[in-house]
């Protein structure tokens, strides 16, 4: 069986959007070599929030 790449790296959070996880999935985004991050916020209600970045 082949062995998959990641391609992506998503991180959740419960609260409001604030710049220290927008920096975190950026970090992360240059320390692991991946171009495509997703923010995603399900503490948003009535209905997510989300931000996409790419390297």
Known sequence: ???????????????????KPRLQIINYLKATGLRLGLLINFGHYPKIENERFVL
């Open 1 to 19: 069986m082949p062995r998959q790449k990641r391609t992506s790296y998503m991180l959740c959070h419960g609260l409001r959007f604030t710049e």
